[in-house]
């Protein structure tokens, strides 16, 4: 071949090599503000790996999940990197859906992510996602009120020892209410946390034949439990008050106490936002017959697709987002308050981060010491701590939701809503083909 | 027809000159109209009015006691700036929401006049039928027209958008536009056609123009409708073709406090809408007289 | 998307089978030109092809076992989902709950509509941005409608109604969680009073005005003058007013999804949220498709009794 004609032809390669470098990658993510930070971070990944550009679409959680779902199952290709949880990472890896993530580079330290976490997002030993933040749950109670009714807070509270304590410090009046939690009804809102309550009680969601497990007499015993304290001491409209809601109670200082997710220590602690930022204190997830299964263990992850066809590009972005460097990223630009939680140990171990968040540590124990595959007294066939890993739990979870919701504003009592689920599940794990 | 009418656009008709001595109850009716009719509009609006003033509270002002006390602050509209496209979501609901309605409009209007002025016995239930091709819960369909778009390669795309926001509105246009040229005195039409105005002058020369109202509302009903469109707009797109619907999603219900980013986001979202609807409400008065037809 | 009527189908392909385009008018005027057909054609035929696709799609998934997270499991499964969802104790409930919901919206409305299109049309200060302003709520994103309702609303602790109440004495009302169903209406209304509004002010424009001047110069009153002339001119803006809210109404879902997720219990799950619960939410495409065609016929047996009652006034 003359050498007139391989200059052009190398020539050509050339440049179609570089053009074809430039890529843009879908990400779809939800809108919380960590992954609203990692979007406004957009320019410094894109100068670090030219060649690569981000489109984004950022939804809602349930609009998200619904839509990431569809596209997914029918092979739409429309994003190249997703943001899913631990619910749906084992149930979509199953389906060879997503793309694993072995071989690594060295320098990630996959090694340095959380084992809880680590094994949360993984199927047959092999990792199908890099966890961006993930999150427990523990107990948040107003530091104050505590001291002036002379009440210390042991190192592991017990939900008896939360019902005296709101009793003495509810005060409807001043609308000070004794503890708020979640009664919205949804199988991640509600039932996230009554599912900690069942599992802390001694109870299962079902048997290790699939049996559903709701009229039991565990259930029962935290289920009623829980309406009690929240109709005696919670705040009004609890049936319809969700994680934001608590949020904006505990932050405007109506709540005495509230056992939610991790993630809101940050918003707590955060002046600009909280009217209670200095009297916070941190406590474990009350407890009552086992300490497991008491706080859940939730984890967003990047994981990429089967369907995308830009896969090397989209895991250079997830190794980036999820990596060390990211963090120290943001923990130099917004703080380190507001530095993705939950995911390495580096983390934990850096002092600025150990600085600015005093929660931090009650966090990583949490997260560490939440297992999602051993969360219940009794042995259980499933994982999941605050979920069942079955694709049917979303509608399950949903309607034990709305039934526990009934229960609460008092529509019906709780045993008539314990047995209305157990038939609902029965019939759904039949139709599912768990009962044959 | 050669005595000009003057329609006048209020309910009290004749000058207050001819009725000089009940000026003054006159004066009273009109006050009292007036207060009754900006308490109920004023009543309607609060919701949307403490939404707009929330987009200019901290999230933490958000939260407290209803107030009209506060310390105003643009945080939020930066924060909504900066973080989503504005401009591309709104340019994609503009494309979509008014290209829609212009397709659909344009098809429905001859639909419309033939169904109007030309009934057969069909009529009826042709128009019941057409209606009843919007029973169908998107949430049953989805699916299926997911697989569809995506075969066909209309995912993401503003095309199949407003192919969808035509189909889904062209019944409702139809059926008002219908309505509305129902409702045009004969004898106009039977004028201009005594005059020797073949059927398509007929409808651009009289037609339109005294149906100016019901096609202005048509129209403002069909792009809020298409606008405010949620469910197939959020499924059918990604990066591309998403919506201000879209950019509203991006900012309901995260983690933590949104309620002022979410107001500051819904102002900027129905803005635009706003102004189009206070422009098309002009036309919706009719102040022609028949004499300037001619 | 009919469920297949045999009157609207009949009724379609009898429009095609028209031939003599130069029949004569009910008022003895021959038709020059056009063809009633093709300016309806590409109407009714777009229509017809919108219509048949997706319910095609939809009766067909309706009789597999089709779930997307179940790749593998699929087959001719017959009326299996069908049985199944009439023996869910919750249908009838949620049917119920939708008719409810459906109706008293457009009592809301339709009522509201009428005596607010009155109002408007009579002339005071600044009626064009009185006007916009009650036509606003329309403009605003259903989702965002419902939490601004629900956070800044009806909130117990901090929403603005309840401030009020505390203001005049009054107990606040715990809206979401005693008045569940009434506080769903309340939004959705205050969403469709403005469509009704609109559509009737528009109608209200056509009202001849010489007939209202001559009552009035007979001697009648404002109230009869609403009852014996402006009411009958209305009936047909009415009719399209309650058809058209009525196919919204029946797949509320957005307001609920955003506010109470279909409860307490099923206090506020209509049919549309029934079968997101039982069959979206599971990616049951089967199931889901099954819930659609129900819906489909709930949706025309309610027009059925509607059109009844407004039947004579399309053909005036």
């Known amino acids: 071949m003359k050498l007139s004609r ?53 939804l809602e959680e349930n609009v998200l999940r619904q839509r990431l779902t569809t596209d997914i199952a029918t092979g739409g290709g429309q994003f190249d990197v997703m943001t899913i949880g631990t619910y749906e990472v084992p149930i979509w890896a199953e389906r060879n859906w997503l793309t694993p993530l072995d071989n690594l580079p060295e320098d990630y330290q996959v090694d340095d992510l959380l084992q809880s976490v680590r094994d949360g997002l993984s199927y047959d030993g092999t990792l199908q996602a890099l966890p961006f933040y993930a999150e427990s749950s523990m107990m948040y109670y107003r530091k104050d009120l505590f001291d002036e009714a002379g009440i210390t807070m042991p190192d592991q509270p017990t939900w008896q020892q939360v019902r005296e304590w709101a009793g003495k410090l509810h005060d409807a009046e001043q609308e000070q209410y004794g503890i708020c939690l979640r009664g919205k009804p949804g199988w991640g809102e509600n039932m996230a946390l009554v599912s900690t309550m069942v599992n802390s009680f001694g109870g299962r969601w079902f048997d290790m034949d699939w049996q559903p497990q709701i009229d039991s007499p565990a259930w029962q015993e935290a289920v009623s439990f829980y309406v009690d304290l929240l109709n005696d001491f919670g705040p009004p409209g609890a049936s319809s008050n969700g994680f934001n809601e608590n949020l904006a109670l505990f932050s405007r200082g109506n709540c005495a106490m509230w056992v939610d997710a991790t993630s809101a220590a940050g918003k707590l602690f955060d002046a600009d936002q909280s009217k209670v930022a200095d009297k916070l204190g941190f406590a474990p997830a009350p407890v009552a017959k086992t300490p497991k299964g008491s706080h859940w263990l939730w984890s967003w992850a990047l994981a990429i697709p089967a369907s995308s066809d830009s896969k090397d590009a989209a895991r250079q972005f997830i190794t980036w987002a999820t990596s060390k460097d990211y963090i120290a990223l943001v923990g130099d630009r917004e703080g380190w308050t507001s530095v993705p939680p939950g995911t390495r140990t580096s983390t934990y171990e850096n002092p600025n981060y150990q600085q600015s968040a005093p929660f931090a540590g009650f966090v990583l124990d949490a997260i560490q010491g939440a297992d999602p595959t051993d969360s219940t007294l009794e042995p259980s066939p499933y994982t999941g701590v605050q979920f069942v890993g079955i694709p049917e739990f979303q509608s399950i979870g949903t309607q034990v939701g709305q039934m526990v919701a009934a229960a609460l504003t008092g529509e019906t009592t709780v045993e008539q809503a314990l047995q209305a689920s157990q038939r609902a599940t029965e019939r759904t794990m039949e139709r599912a083909g768990y009962l044959d | 027809m050669t005595t000009a009418r003057t329609h006048s656009v209020s309910g009290a008709s004749a000058s207050p000159v001819k009725r000089s001595p009940l000026a003054s109850t006159l004066l009273n009716r009109r006050l009292w109209l007036g207060v009754l009719g900006w308490t109920l509009a004023l009543m309607i609006f609060f919701p949307i009015f403490w939404m707009v003033l929330t987009g200019f509270k901290t999230e933490a002002d958000a939260i407290a006691d209803p107030s009209l006390i506060f310390s105003p602050t643009l945080e939020n509209y930066a924060e909504v700036q900066s973080r ?211 | 998307m009919s469920a297949g009527r045999v009157t609207p189908v009949g009724s379609f392909l009898a429009t095609f089978m028209v031939t003599d385009m130069n029949k004569t008018r009910t008022s003895g005027r021959t038709i020059g030109g056009l063809r009633t057909l093709s300016l309806q054609a590409p109407a009714v035929s777009l229509l017809f092809l919108w219509m048949i696709v ?263």
Do not use: C
């Not at chain 2, 045009?184 to 020369?205: C, F, H, N, S, W």
């Not at chain 3, 009185?130 to 329309?138: D, E, K, Y």
């Not at chain 3, 957005?254 to 799950?269: C, D, K, N, R």
């Open chain 3, 54 to 316: 997706p319910l095609a799609m939809t009766v067909w998934f309706s009789l597999q076992r089709y779930n997307l997270l179940m790749p593998g499991m699929t087959g001719f499964a017959g009326l299996e989902n069908y049985e199944y969802l009439f023996t869910d104790p919750a249908l009838w409930s949620a049917m119920g709950t939708t008719l409810l919901m459906v109706g008293w919206v457009l009592v809301i409305t339709v009522v509201g509509g009428t005596l607010l299109a009155v109002l408007f049309q009579q002339d005071f200060m600044g009626r064009g941005i009185a006007r916009v302003l009650a036509i606003s709520p329309f403009f605003v994103m259903p989702t965002v409608s419902a939490l601004v309702w629900k956070n800044m609303m009806m909130h117990p602790a901090n929403g603005v109604l309840s401030w009020v109440a505390e203001s005049l004495g009054l107990p606040a009302v715990d809206w979401f969680s005693s008045l569940p169903l009434t506080s769903i209406i309340i939004i959705v209304a205050w969403q469709w009073l403005p469509f009704a509004l609109l559509i009737l002010l528009t109608a209200m424009q056509s009202l001849d005005e010489d007939q209202v001047e001559a009552a009035r110069m007979d001697g009648a009153g404002p109230i009869a003058i609403f009852f014996f002339i402006t009411l009958p001119h209305l009936k047909r803006a009415i009719s399209v007013v309650i058809m058209i809210e009525m196919i919204f109404l029946l797949t509320i879902f957005a307001e609920i999804f955003v506010t109470t997720s279909g409860g307490p219990g099923l206090a506020t799950t209509n049919l549309a949220y029934l079968i997101y619960i039982r069959a979206l939410l599971d990616f049951d495409v089967g199931m889901a498709s099954a819930g659609g065609v129900v819906a489909i016929i709930l949706a025309n047996i309610v027009a059925i009794f509607l059109v009844r009652m407004v039947a004579k006034n399309l053909e005036n």
């Open chain 1, 6 to 58: 391989v200059l052009p032809i190398a020539g050509l390669a050339a440049v179609g090599a570089t053009v074809a470098n430039a890529e843009t990658i879908t990400v779809a993510t939800v809108n919380n503000n960590d992954m609203v930070v990692m979007q406004s971070l957009t320019d410094a990944f894109e100068q670090s790996h030219p060649g690569i550009k981000l489109d984004w679409v950022v």
């Open chain 2, 84 to 294: 989503a496209g504005y401009a591309k979501f709104a340019f994609n609901s503009v494309v979509v929401a008014f290209g829609s309605t212009l397709l659909a409009l344009l098809i429905a209007i001859p639909a419309a006049y033939s169904m109007a002025f030309l009934p057969t016995k069909r009529t009826k239930g042709t128009l019941l039928w057409m209606l009843s091709t919007k029973m169908l819960p998107p949430v049953g369909v989805l699916v299926p027209i997911y697989l569809l778009f995506r075969d066909v390669g209309l995912l993401d795309t503003r095309t199949g958008l407003v192919i969808v926001y035509t189909l889904m509105n062209l019944p409702i246009v139809v059926w008002m536009l219908y309505t509305f040229f129902k409702d045009m005195p004969k004898d106009i039409l039977e004028a201009g056609r005594m005059d020797g105005a073949g059927t398509l002058q007929e409808v651009i020369y009289l037609l339109l123009p005294l149906t100016l109202p019901g096609i202005a509302s048509t129209g403002l009903l069909a792009v809020i409708l298409s606008w405010n469109e949620a469910f197939w707009s959020l499924n059918l797109t990604s990066s591309q073709a998403a919506p201000l619907t879209a950019y509203i999603a991006s900012f309901s219900s995260p983690e933590g406090l949104f309620w002022a980013k979410l107001s500051a986001a819904s102002t900027m979202a129905i803005a635009p809408i706003i102004v189009f609807g206070w422009l098309t409400q002009k036309q919706m008065v009719r102040g022609l007289t028949f004499g300037a037809v001619k």
